[in-house]
């Protein structure tokens, strides 16, 4: 199957530029790390859960990056492409209904220009 985006090169080159990031902004940096380790410390969710709500997010954001770094991170945490599945199915449904509702404002809003 011919590949969208050669995503291993990708990540290699995107964990370049978070270390060059590190290099120019070493408490940003480090304030990220601590921040996406945050979660891991509370024990719910063990590391394959959390890296399928990371997809579902990174879909939703848009983030080449996130999905590259993200998916290497549920494979190894034991995902599967049916739980990969379902999670990205979460993300489809809430963009759907997102847009509904933005729908619903968007109408709202014409309806307030027309009357004047």
Known sequence: MA??????GYRGQVAAGVGEMGKLSPDTV????????AGAK??????????????AVAVTLRCDGCIA?????????????????????????????AALVYTTRTLDAFAAAAEG
């Open 3 to 8: 590949r969208m985006k050669d995503w291993n």
């Open 30 to 37: 480090r304030g990220y790390a601590q921040l996406s380790q």
């Open 42 to 55: 509370t024990g719910h969710f063990d590391d394959k859960v959390r890296e399928l709500i990371a997809l």
């Open 69 to 97: 770094t993200h998916t290497a991170a549920a494979l190894k945490a034991g995902a599967t492409r049916e739980e990969l599945a379902e999670a990205l199915g979460v993300a489809i449904s809430v963009n759907a209904g």
